[in-house]
């Protein structure tokens, strides 16, 4: 059949649709044993490859061709392209072996490397793709030879496929190298509150093709780490020597350097690493003007900052980084400090250890020496750049194991905001509208975000600094959000957008992330119960309720779901003053419609999830029609189309039904609000917009119909009390139910899915499974596509996926980021 | 590991390029760059050149302080401080003095951030001046943040070394508020030093009082002169509403060696400081106001001083002085040859000692000999 094909691959309007359809047969998964087909999938092979060296001499240099060529002639690459990688995963086995096909099989590969040279992000991936799987098949053929004395081994030693492939990987290599792409992406945004932020995607295009270049490179090092080496070092002379010099070419390069981290045996990668920064340094030195060298110095630092494992055994080398970094956050030129910072917090995170303990030939541990000097390090950043500081420092802190001596630390830590802090609360002592002053408050506001940060780092040992501190912040709280509050209900909402009462917003906000913050870190319930609780209680969620809806911070309600957790059950007592505060307020605020105040709509069924969970005795207690409030505020919380929302509200529900099911005042519960939440459960169920969550829909109605089908539930739900048993009341209740809303469906329809919803429920998957079989049969009426009904399945499949990668990605040493791989500094 | 490495990361690896910048670790007590690049008397041949030209060439500040008060940005041409990084030293003569005025034409325009780099920064006293008990204030500056602060339209501005905006409030400086603002060309530019906690600026620097600029009046000229002016203005020293940060003026020491003569440098030196101190800086009498690094104001940490100046300091002002033993100052063994093996073990423990400051002059000279 594709032999008739291939008579038109020559003729050029045909050949992109003959190379598609080629593709298409290429893409044919036969069995191995199946030699019919193996006979015509290398005859195949053979034909393409002999028209293709006519059309295209294998001496074309493709990159250039691209670049000048057509549309057509540019969609004939990337078909060629897309033909290659999918025939050569599929079927190389068969040719590989067949000596005579062999130089064909490294013609089609020579090819391959011209297009991987190509300068289109596409083509480019689509060679990435079949690279990356080639070079991950060859590593696990044979996992360890290269890493056990690579320099011994000879060429002759290496297995017969590598041997084959040796050449042709040599050039993927310095592609890779020659190629690589941005490994993180930094956004500089600025935030409501004025404030500059620089954040770190984590999922871009460009990332992910870093991930799978990096694998790839990481592979073809484990296959052959000479070549590896000798490429990059060969790359690096060319930047010294002038010849091949430019910001790109260098970034590129260093990323790639940076990328094999851990792949190399210790020895061979400290050597590596040494010729490396040697050169670069040279470089740096010979480049003039700033720009320059700051681009090789930030290279440098990037280098660096990716081969802990060598910093970490070398400590006069780590101590001589970190300084020289200190140097760099007094540096003007642009970029320069923000690049000292970030490089400092990542080596701070993974070699934090070594900066508490003494060193060899020092005198004390270097976190001393830092301390000392903070002052002088951190004056001229910038507060963004200071709360970055302050959390790397952090991080070292969080090392020391030594109660004492962490104490110590953490005060000399904190005494430079402290100062600063403890004069404003002095003066605010005195004269109240301190606070109302613009710079004060954004003094404050810098202060808490520099505690926040170190807590995020240091933890639970924080609780000295926040002791400190904590009475008076909850204390100015107060007064800054009863100055907002005023001020929201003279002059209107927009006074929020004003400086000053931003600036008071973003206090009250720092100062709830901090208790958050803490709180979730904290390792002593009681010391939360009985400390820090009350006065928040007090200052905080009293605040809350007396301000006006626009000045309440939604970040009080996840603070509340914060405790809630932290505390569990011993909460319980302190449940209804809370519950008191917020509810009402907030679900006022919320059940007017589906759109206003997201955040605190979020945070507020949180809030109700972790009671819930947590201190469901505390819920028995609530007055009816306030229970009732509550019911239907879960009710109104899942059909919510903001997808988080709705899971929430489903999650509430689950939980509450369950605890409801093992307990005596269960029956109670069921009679009032069983028939309507079915009800409710049903029309969220048949509502496409809310396919998303059919398993938990599916599992909700099933713990539902097996309480009722167990008789679970004691006193007769029907209100007439007229069915002989609740079972038999539900299914009449369902089916007319159904047959209300579905007209069209036949009654032995009805009756088969009731039945199965009575049968299946012990099953979930199964009654899953018809319910959605109902679901098509509804959808197949009103003509709607069904294809979003598996949506999820498809989802955790590729979640399942990833996982097992990750797996088996641990166990090649260096394919993982250091900064990603969790190990013993980071603990 | 090789240790040549360590010596060249910590040595020659910067941006800025130079060598004697206070953010480096000082050269004596790191003993790194005497191998190749000697730094020593090359500090005094520049300070020489410096007052020559300062001599020569006056320029029209006029303008120059108009545009920072009002914060625009403005085009200059190439101006020394590109040929100072890019060009060696010898060559910058000639060109900053042909000066950007002849080969205007030629030279490349650059956009001039009207806030960044306009401070005048020192370098580490490395030479000591053969005049500098004649020629040489000292101040003491308490710790802080160094910024540029001016006072203009009704408003006072801070801004850090880099240019970032630190904070805008009301001054009693003229021009600073309402108060004082007399007329649109009332503006001041101060260097000035930060005290958050005690809501102060340490007035270290004057550049331009109501509308006048000194930048190229002397030193002490200008420390004559914001002495008086700030005595001048009533409250601008204390803290009040219309005032929230107090200004107040660094005092000025000679730099006499005899601690028996009042407000000499010895004096100063022998007793304790009210105030945390950062370290010490000097400055030539008649130096102008110049941005950026300038060889006529240098630099040094309290306790530094015995080693450099040879004048004792008193326990009571270190103290108050906190004593860092360096951390910015590695030390570190320059690269050992096989030859001097033997010699390494020695070295590495005149080095520490070094490191804390307990080496004097004469005895660094000597070990950098052996070990060039």
């Known amino acids: ?827 | 590991m090789d240790d040549s490495l360590l010596y060249q990361f910590q040595g020659f690896f910067s941006v800025g390029g130079d060598v004697n910048a206070p953010t480096r670790p000082h050269p004596t007590f790191s003993s790194l760059y005497k191998h190749k690049r000697a730094g020593y008397g090359e500090q005094e041949t520049r300070r020489r050149r410096l007052l020559d030209e300062q001599r020569s060439r006056r320029r029209d500040h006029a303008d120059y302080v108009r545009k920072i008060a009002e914060g625009e940005e403005w085009e200059e041409e190439m101006g020394e401080e590109e040929l100072e990084e890019d060009i060696d030293p010898d060559h910058v003569d000639d060109a900053s003095a042909a000066g950007a005025d002849v080969k205007e034409g030629e030279k490349k325009k650059r956009r001039v951030h009207p806030y960044r780099n306009q401070l005048m920064m020192s370098e580490w006293l490395v030479d000591v001046p053969p005049d500098f008990t004649d020629n040489w204030f000292m101040t003491v500056c308490p710790v802080g943040k160094r910024c540029l602060v001016i006072a203009n339209k009704r408003t006072t501005l801070a801004y850090s070394r880099i240019g970032a905006f630190i904070n805008c409030f009301p001054s009693l400086l003229p021009g600073g508020c309402r108060r004082t603002f007399y007329s649109p060309r009332d503006y001041c530019i101060l260097d000035c030093i930060l005290h958050s906690p005690s809501r102060t600026f340490f007035v270290l620097d004057l550049m331009c009082w109501g509308g006048h600029p000194v930048y190229d009046s002397d030193r002490e000229f200008r420390a004559f002169w914001l002495h008086t002016k700030i005595a001048e203005t009533k409250g601008v020293g204390e803290h009040a509403k219309i005032n929230p940060y107090a200004f107040k003026p660094l005092d000025s020491f000679s730099c006499g060696r005899d601690p028996g003569v009042e407000g000499s440098m010895a004096q100063v030196l022998s007793k304790s400081w009210p105030l945390e101190v950062d370290g010490l800086l000097f400055f030539h009498k008649s130096s102008h106001y110049k941005r950026g690094t300038s060889p006529l104001a240098v630099w040094l940490k309290a306790h530094m001083v015995s080693d450099i100046l040879g004048v004792p300091v008193a326990e009571e002002f270190l103290e108050c002085a906190p004593r860092m033993s360096d951390p910015l100052a590695t030390p570190l063994e320059p690269p050992i040859t096989p030859a001097s093996e033997k010699r390494g073990k020695e070295e590495e423990d005149c080095e520490t000692e070094m490191a804390s400051g307990a080496l004097m002059d004469s005895q660094v000279k000597e070990v950098d000999m052996t070990s060039s």
């Open chain 1, 1 to 827: 059949v594709y032999i008739v094909s291939l008579q038109f691959l020559n003729v050029p309007a045909f050949r992109n649709v003959t190379l598609k359809c080629l593709t298409e047969v290429a893409g044919i998964q036969t069995s191995s044993t199946n030699t019919q087909y193996s006979e015509q999938f290398v005859v195949m092979f053979t034909l393409v490859m002999t028209q293709l060296k006519q059309m295209l001499p294998l001496a074309t240099n493709i990159r250039e061709a691209f670049k000048n060529g057509q549309d057509d002639e540019q969609n004939f690459i990337q078909n060629l392209a897309l033909f290659l990688c999918t025939f050569l995963k599929e079927h190389a086995v068969l040719i590989e072996p067949k000596p005579e096909l062999q130089n064909t099989l490294l013609e089609a590969l020579h090819y391959l490397v011209l297009i991987s040279e190509v300068d289109e992000k596409e083509i480019f991936k689509i060679c990435l793709e079949y690279w990356n799987s080639l070079a991950a098949d060859l590593y696990r053929e044979n996992p360890f030879s290269s890493s056990h004395s690579p320099m011994l081994l000879s060429q002759q030693n290496f297995p017969p496929r590598r041997q084959l492939y040796l050449t042709v990987l040599s050039k993927v290599r310095l592609v890779m190298i020659s190629r690589m792409a941005k490994p993180e992406e930094v956004l500089v945004i600025e935030t409501d509150q004025g404030e500059v932020v620089r954040e770190f995607m984590k999922d871009t295009d460009a990332i992910n093709m870093y991930k799978s270049m990096r694998e790839t490179l990481v592979y073809l090092t484990h296959l052959d780490y000479a070549d590896t080496e000798n490429i990059m070092t060969e790359k690096l002379y060319k930047q010294v020597d002038g010849t091949e010099w430019s910001w790109k070419n260098l970034n590129t390069l260093c990323w790639a350097i940076g990328s094999i981290s851990g792949a190399m045996h210790e020895d061979d990668e400290k050597r590596f690493l040494v010729t490396v920064i040697k050169e670069l340094l040279g470089l740096c030195e010979l480049k003039r003007g700033k720009d320059n060298k700051a681009i090789v110095a930030s290279n440098i630092m990037y280098i660096v900052g990716q081969y802990p494992r060598f910093l970490r055994a070398h400590w006069k080398f780590l101590k001589t980084v970190v300084n020289k970094l200190f140097e760099f956050m007094h540096e003007t030129h642009d970029g320069v400090q923000d690049m000292a910072c970030d490089t400092f917090i990542k080596i701070a995170q993974k070699c934090r250890r070594h900066f508490v303990q003494v060193q060899q030939l020092e005198v004390m541990p270097f976190i001393e020496e830092i301390l000392n000097h903070i002052r002088a390090i951190v004056c001229d950043l910038q507060p963004h750049q200071v709360h970055t500081f302050y959390e790397a420092v952090g991080y070292m802190i969080q090392a020391q194991m030594d109660s004492v001596v962490q104490e110590r630390l953490i005060e000399k830590y904190m005494s430079l905001p402290n100062d600063i802090w403890d004069s404003v609360i002095q003066r605010a002592t005195v004269d109240l509208t301190v606070l109302q002053d613009l710079d004060t408050i954004k003094q404050l506001g810098h202060i808490l975000k520099t505690n926040v940060k170190a807590c995020v780092a240091v933890g639970h040992p924080f609780v000295l600094q926040l002791g400190r501190i904590y009475l008076d912040m909850v204390n100015v709280y107060k007064v800054l959000s009863e100055n907002i509050s005023s001020a929201v209900s003279v002059s209107g909402e927009l006074v929020t957008k004003q400086p000053l009462i931003a600036g008071m917003r973003t206090v009250k906000k720092e100062t709830l992330k901090l208790i958050t913050c803490w709180v979730s870190k904290s390792q002593d319930p009681v010391m939360v119960r009985e400390h820090f609780l009350p006065p928040l209680l007090d200052a905080i969620l009293g605040d809350y309720r007396r301000n006006v809806p626009e000045a309440r911070e939604p970040e009080v309600l996840s603070t509340v779901s914060t405790i809630v957790d932290k505390l569990e059950a011993q909460a319980v007592d302190d449940i209804p003053p809370i519950m008191d505060a917020l509810f009402e307020c907030t679900l006022e605020m919320v059940s007017k419609n589906l759109e206003d105040f997201p955040e605190h709509r979020t945070n507020f069924f949180r809030m109700l999830q972790s009671v819930t969970q947590h201190c469901f005795a505390a819920l028995m207690k609530i007055p009816p029609a306030q229970f009732k409030l509550l019911m239907d505020s879960i009710v109104w919380a899942f059909k919510h189309t903001m997808r988080n929302v709705a899971e929430i509200g489903l999650n509430v529900l689950l939980l509450l039904l369950q605890k409801f099911s093992v307990d005596q005042v269960g029956t109670q519960f069921f009679q009032t609000y069983f028939i309507d939440l079915m009800q409710h459960m049903f029309s969220v169920v048949t509502d496409s917009s809310h396919t998303a969550s059919l398993t938990m829909h599916a599992t909700i109605l099933a713990f539902m119909f097996s309480l009722v089908e167990e008789d679970k539930i004691t006193a007769p739900l029907s209100t007439t009390a007229q069915a002989s048993s609740n079972a038999v009341y539900i299914q009449q209740y369902v089916a007319e139910l159904i047959n209300t809303a579905y007209p069209h469906l036949q009654d032995a329809q009805v009756k088969m899915f009731v039945g199965g919803l009575f049968h299946l429920n012990n099953n979930i998957p199964a009654f899953k499974e018809h319910l959605r079989d109902f679901l098509v049969q509804i959808k197949e009426y009103s003509g709607g596509n069904s294809e979003d009904l598996f949506l999820e399945e498809r989802e955790a499949q590729l979640k399942q996926a990833a996982k097992d990668k990750r797996q088996q990605q641990l166990a090649v040493p260096g394919i993982i980021n250091p900064h990603d791989r969790p190990d013993e500094m980071q603990e």
